[in-house]
């Protein structure tokens, strides 16, 4: 990372909290990617979201709201009009959790059950349908690393995908979806409170898009043991995986994974060995399921650690090996 990159989001850092009436004395960068995320000395974080996601993250404000007047415990972001804007960029600010630890796949199940069990909000959250396939082909289009085969391969397999999606089977009633559940988003505090973190990808639609996240971890990642996914079945009390749609769901998540890993090495090539081994796998030219799939995230301070569970951050700024 250049001493110009960090000088710029530190510029724009304060012309934001400036906005709130707060100083960036004494800030610290937690990760620099396609968000940034700065801790200010008063626990309270700040995420500067890339350009164009202004509706995104006054989405995620009134998401958190809303889950704590259902006392759904979750990230809370500060009682200011969000979000914030400088330089052609919004930012939100949140209060930062005490210390913690990366929640369970129990735990997550758990706080997945009452979200989905929660009535529909009764104003508007400006909550979209689920699209599964968000940025799935600007991901495409824009993945220099990929051969001209590889894309139009991805291509029809995502044409595919979407067919299967509109004739999915029938199965649990449409819910709010928390979008990205996956314990990395859920964070332990010393009192054994669980709280959910990161409602950009909040939506209205099947429960089963949520529950399927896990079972990928164990069925696809090897990342989560089978007594981990037993727990996870048994706390929630329902197995996506004897659904007959989770194939298709299954399916469009990995694809996510692979396009990510595409998008990444464009920038960083080191990381092209690890794409081709993901396209390699959905293309079954790896054996079955489980695979293992190296990180394909690069931080721009992966020196610094892993960022505290303070605020709903972007999927691409947690854990390395998620996507």
Sequence with gaps: MTDSRLDASFGLLRQIVATAGLSAEGAEPIRLGENDL???PNRVVVRIARAGQETAATREVAVARWLADHHIPA????????????????????????????????ELA??????????????????????????????????????????QWLLDHLGSLREQWADLPAGMDESVLHGD????NVAVTDNGTAHLLDFERTAIGPPEW????????????GTLSSEQYRDFCTTYGHDVTTWPGYPTLRDIRELRKVTFAFQQATHHPALLPHAHHRLACIQG????????WPAAACNLLADRGNPP??????????????Q
């Design 38 to 40: 700065w801790r200010l």
């Design 210 to 221: 949520d529950l399927t996240a896990t079972a990928v971890d164990h069925n696809t990642l």
């Design 309 to 322: 569970a303070c605020h709903p951050p972007h999927r691409e700024d947690r854990r390395r090996w998620r």
């Design 285 to 292: 030219q790896q054996g079955p399921r489980p695979w293992t």
């Design 110 to 151: 758990a706080l997945l059950k009452a979200l989905h069990q929660l009535p529909r909000p009764t104003h508007d959250l400006g909550l979209p349908p689920l699209d599964p396939f968000v940025r799935l082909e600007e991901r495409l289009s824009a993945a220099g690393a990929l051969t001209d085969n590889e894309r």
């Design 181 to 184: 559940a996956w314990h990395g």
């Design 75 to 106: 990230v809370r972001p500060l009682p200011i009009d969000q979000p914030l804007r400088a330089g052609g960029r919004c930012a939100t600010l949140w209060e930062e959790l005490p210390p913690h630890r990366t929640g369970t796949g129990a």
